[in-house]
């Protein structure tokens, strides 16, 4: 069974439109987290829940809305997608602070 | 000023060689986590190997070894006896203790071991 698993592999889609990317990891673990991968290969923390708090909203424009319904789900939704949306996105968890955070196989998002 | 810092964009390494892959992170956090991903061109980021700030001992992990030099703020990871498997992209992280509970990552190195 995958441990974190993320949906759509790839999203192709057009400027202006709203998308939604789902998470989910059966790990058992109390934290889970968005990065984004850019063209460069470059990973920056997006947000971190914590049992299902938002604990880092990390200079991400508003258009990015995060909902964790419970510990083991947190899916991202993106409203009126830009050019500059494209990039890799990763979910990923972890139980506590120093334990390694698993990652999903990430989701190439590609606007047109 | 950056967190995590990798200087070598690109390695090459022969097959069955050793090879180095630098990191250097800026904490003035006593606690804080190491960490190094592996992330082959299918995509997936693989976790390998942790290192924390109090460990008296590098970490150890099969054919991975991290040499944690904590006076000069380095954690460099060591691959013993390369495979071709081994080409990828290796990205150096850093988890602090504030409570944020995510990883710095640094810039990557793209690895690749030749035959």
């Known amino acids: 069974d995958t441990a974190v698993s993320q949906t759509p592999k790839y999203l192709v889609t057009q400027m202006g439109n709203d998308k939604s990317i789902k998470c989910e990891q059966n790990?058992?673990?109390?934290?889970m987290y968005w990065y984004k991968q850019d063209s460069k290969k470059f990973l920056k923390i997006m947000f971190s829940?914590?049992?299902?708090?938002?604990?880092i909203n990390e200079t991400v424009p508003n258009r990015f809305s995060p909902k964790s319904p419970d510990k083991a789900h947190l899916n991202l939704h993106i409203n009126s997608l830009e050019l500059g949306d494209s990039a890799v996105y990763f979910c990923?968890?972890?139980?506590?602070?120093?334990?390694?955070?698993?990652f999903g196989d990430g989701t190439r998002l590609s606007i047109l | 000023a950056q967190k995590i810092t990798q200087t070598q964009p690109g390695m090459f390494v022969q097959e069955k060689e050793a090879v180095t892959l630098d990191c250097t992170y800026d904490t003035s956090d006593p606690s804080y986590g190491l960490f190094w991903y592996k992330q082959p061109s299918s995509g997936e980021m693989i976790f390998l190997i942790y290192?924390?700030?109090?460990?008296?001992q590098n970490a150890t992990e099969g054919r991975y070894s991290l040499n944690f030099q904590k006076a000069r703020k380095s954690a460099n990871l060591v691959i013993s006896a390369s495979q071709l498997g081994d080409s990828a992209m290796y990205f150096c992280a850093m988890s602090e203790d504030t409570g944020r509970r995510a990883l710095t990552f640094g810039s990557g190195t793209r690895l690749q071991v030749q035959p």
């Open positions: 290192q924390g700030s109090y460990d008296q």
């Open positions: 829940y914590n049992n299902k708090e938002l604990i």
């Open positions: 790990l058992g673990h109390d934290t």
């Open positions: 990923a968890s972890s139980v506590g602070q120093y334990q390694p955070q698993h």
